[in-house]
């Protein structure tokens, strides 16, 4: 039978940590109300946004704007975000592993870089051959988790776009965990550039009508495109700031219960225990008065 001083010990042990995870449960349930609300009031400007550009992009010559020309895909940058801190279940490593499926499978022999956005990604990353030095990619972004803004987003997603433009890469993809609620992140990978229009002829003749272009379609679209790719990143940003707290928070309080059962279990076993103590220290009294009377 285990010592009773260290099961004593493991309860408290177990105690402390239901603790820490029911504190960090409620610090991660106040950010994510907050979170929640930004990418909710966000989500339905930025689908909009992305449809209509869809829409006219899809009657514009692709020659006509940098950011809508299909290259041959030959580099290829992966734009991955996760967050700065762990104990969030397995929402980090999601995102890494989906970093390496596409790394081996879709963009199989052709050059990869990668652009890590969050703490967690960077070190998952950093003993690999993933190199972004040199093709002018900004650094420490992790930073961007400490003060999320659209300003310090679209910093990011211009220098992208200048990338883009001066040919460094061909393709530029977006994975991150989608927010659909505090118990379920999507992961999703979603192409920032080059702009895919919309091929549906009919839908847009359909949604053309209800248009009026001043001064003409052409400027419009060239003025649109960039705030549309700065907002998809901004969005692509608060949708992994929502899952995050949502991973976080569902994973402590996970882990409380497990906390709370483990402490019933050592609490009972340490009953059982004690009452075996007791059982033999009278057995042991009464032993010893029948060997006095002897």
Same mark, same amino acid.
């Given at each position: 039978?285990?010592?009773?001083?260290?099961?004593?010990n493991?309860?408290? !042990?177990?105690?402390?940590?239901?603790?820490?995870? !029911?504190?960090?449960?409620?610090?991660?349930?106040?950010? $994510?109300?907050?979170?929640?609300?930004?990418?909710?009031?966000?989500?339905?400007?930025?689908?909009?946004?992305?449809?209509?550009?869809?829409?006219?992009?899809?009657?514009l010559?692709?020659?006509?704007? *940098?950011?809508?020309?299909?290259?041959?895909?030959?580099?290829?940058?992966?734009?991955?975000?996760s967050?700065?801190?762990?104990?969030?279940?397995?929402?980090n490593?999601?995102?890494?592993?989906?970093?390496?499926?596409?790394?081996?499978?879709?963009?199989?022999?052709?050059?990869?870089?990668?652009? *890590?956005?969050?703490?967690?990604?960077?070190?998952?990353?950093?003993?690999?051959?993933?190199?972004?030095?040199?093709?002018? $990619?900004p650094?420490h972004?992790?930073?961007?988790?400490?003060?999320?803004?659209?300003?310090?987003?679209?910093?990011?997603?211009?220098?992208?776009?200048?990338?883009?433009?001066?040919?460094?890469?061909?393709?530029?993809?977006?994975?991150?965990?989608?927010?659909?609620?505090?118990?379920?992140?999507?992961?999703?990978?979603?192409?920032?550039?080059?702009?895919?229009?919309? /091929?549906?002829?009919?839908?847009?003749?359909?949604?053309? /009508?209800?248009?009026?272009f001043?001064? /003409?379609?052409?400027?419009?679209?060239?003025?649109?495109? *960039?705030? !549309?790719?700065?907002?998809?990143?901004?969005?692509?940003?608060?949708? !992994?700031?929502?899952?995050?707290h949502?991973?976080?928070?569902?994973?402590?309080?996970?882990?409380?219960?497990?906390?709370?059962?483990?402490?019933?279990?050592?609490?009972?076993?340490?009953?059982?225990?004690?009452?075996?103590?007791?059982?033999?220290?009278?057995?042991?009294?009464?032993?010893?008065?029948?060997a006095?009377?002897?």
């Open positions: 039978m285990a010592n009773l001083k260290e099961i004593r493991r309860i408290t !042990s177990v105690n402390s940590t239901m603790q820490i995870t !029911s504190a960090m449960k409620m610090v991660s349930a106040a950010k $994510l109300k907050r979170a929640q609300d930004s990418i909710t009031q966000m989500r339905p400007y930025a689908e909009k946004l992305q449809e209509i550009l869809g829409n006219l992009s899809s009657s010559d692709a020659s006509e704007n *940098p950011f809508t020309q299909e290259r041959e895909v030959k580099n290829v940058l992966i734009v991955a975000l967050s700065n801190r762990g104990l969030c279940g397995g929402f490593n999601n995102v890494a592993k989906e970093v390496r499926r596409l790394i081996a499978e879709d963009y199989k022999g052709q050059t990869v870089s990668l652009l *890590p956005i969050g703490k967690k990604i960077t070190e998952a990353f950093k003993s690999t051959e993933l190199a972004t030095n040199g093709i002018g $990619l650094h972004t992790e930073e961007l988790w400490n003060d999320l803004n659209f300003e310090n987003t679209a910093e990011i997603a211009q220098n992208l776009m200048d990338r883009y433009e001066e040919e460094s890469f061909d393709k530029i993809v977006i994975v991150y965990n989608a927010f659909k609620n505090a118990a379920v992140q999507i992961l999703t990978t979603e192409q920032m550039l080059p702009i895919v229009a919309n /091929s549906d002829v009919d839908e847009f003749k359909i949604a053309e /009508s209800d248009y009026i001043e001064p /003409s379609k052409k400027e419009i679209v060239t003025n649109l495109i *960039p705030n !549309s790719l700065k907002i998809q990143l901004y969005k692509a940003t608060l949708d !992994s700031w929502a899952s995050e949502g991973a976080r928070m569902t994973a402590m309080h996970k882990a409380t219960d497990n906390a709370e059962s483990l402490k019933k279990d050592l609490q009972l076993f340490y009953n059982k225990a004690r009452q075996a103590a007791i059982t033999n220290e009278i057995l042991e009294i009464v032993g010893g008065a029948e006095l009377n002897a």
